[in-house]
């Protein structure tokens, strides 16, 4: 066991040594003094503001010097592990786009052009180096978790006559959809053989329904809807289900709540993974809704209009609330991309893309992370826009995989 001398012990130093050692299987105690052990840590002369700090309102600033990473100007290991852990630097007002999400290029790592590399791996990393603990069983702990949300079940079927007439008039293709109802055509949004393909080769995926009520931004079949009920059962069984809890539910505890319980009645057991619909998440009180409405695990944390670690690290972590200066029990799980990012913002065609996908995976196969990717049943069929993307897709598989 690791021996930790350390002189203020705060919720904050904890929270990070827990995440820098518990959490990946080496654990820890404290010590009132200095011992001849070999696995030690000494944080006697540890000078960290954020870590014996209790409030969220001070400024922290994250710089560079060469290689170095600076916490207001000084050297500071731990506490810059907890500014990005917790996300410091999202407390506040910052700028938001349309759907009130919040922007890459006032991200701290986005601007220093660091984010696509999981920094506070390669900082945990080194401190067990230095420490003299074999990191190589972390390495080997690597995972690949591919993971859909379904935000549209089918493009044509299962949809009411009012909502087809409806997409006839603004989109048309009336024999696209005369050739899916007489079954001498697969709509197009039915990917499941391929997901179901890719289940069962990962042995980890996660799927994210949508079952909120209609409207203008939740354009989901309905919860009612009896083939949509037989979908979610056989996908179970080979992927674990969450709760994509919709557009309208944002912030709203019952809403979730609801949505939660309709999948809950499908499945006929306990839901409690999510991944919020156009990715909205508000820190802090995103989570502190998912905490209320019962979740215990989410998929939210990166970025929507760029790629790569939004808390610069690929690893599960806990969500730490500054506002009550303690650590929850909702675990974040951080995704490297989403597939329309590459397309709709970053605007790249599928063979630029390739390169930055493999650099994502290699760094998180350096460190031992997870790597989640984030795709749609309508993204992975080159259909219409998607055309030639179903390459990309494969070869994510492929090298996260292999």
Known sequence: MLSVLANNITPRLKYVLDFCFTQKGEPYNFIAEKTGDNRFLDLSDLDSEILSDSSSNKSFNLSKDGDQLLLNGKVDTLGTIFYLLSRYE????????????????????VRLDLHLTPVVDLIVRDLWDQIGLDYSKVQRNYVFTPSFDIDIAWAFKN???????????????????????????????????????????????KLFFLLGDGGKYDKNISHKNSSLKNLINDLD????????????????????????????????????????????????????????????????????????????????????????????????????????????????????????????????????????????????????????????????IEKGLS
């Open 90 to 109: 999202e407390y506040g007002d910052y700028e938001k786009d349309e759907h009130g999400r919040y922007l890459s290029a006032q991200h701290s790592l």
């Open 237 to 396: 069984q080979i992927s674990e289900v969450g709760i994509h809890p919709s557009y309208a539910s944002y912030l709203s505890v019952a809403k979730i709540k609801e949505e939660k319980a309709r999948l809950e009645k499908i499945m006929g057991k306990e839901v409690n993974i999510s991944r919020q619909h156009f990715l909205k998440l508000e820190i802090p009180n995103s989570y502190q809704t998912l905490l209320k409405a019962g979740m215990n695990e989410d998929y939210t944390m990166g970025f929507v209009d760029d790629v790569g670690f939004r808390a610069g690290t690929s690893f599960p972590f806990f969500f730490f609330d500054l506002e009550k200066n303690e650590v929850t029990d909702l675990r974040v799980h951080p995704y490297a991309y989403m597939d329309g990012t590459f397309m709709q913002y970053l605007e790249l065609n599928p063979v630029q893309s390739k390169p930055t996908i493999a650099q994502l995976i290699n760094e998180v196969k350096e460190v031992g992370g997870e790597f989640i990717s984030i795709w749609h049943n309508s993204s992975i069929n080159d259909y219409e826009d998607w055309q030639g993307w179903k390459e990309v897709f494969d070869f994510t």
């Open 159 to 205: 949809r009411g006559v009012m909502r087809q007439l409806g997409s006839v008039v603004k989109h048309g293709k009336a024999g696209e959809r005369i050739k899916v109802f007489r079954n001498k055509a697969k709509d197009p949004y039915d990917t499941y053989d391929e997901i179901k393909r890719i289940g069962e080769l990962s042995g980890n995926m």
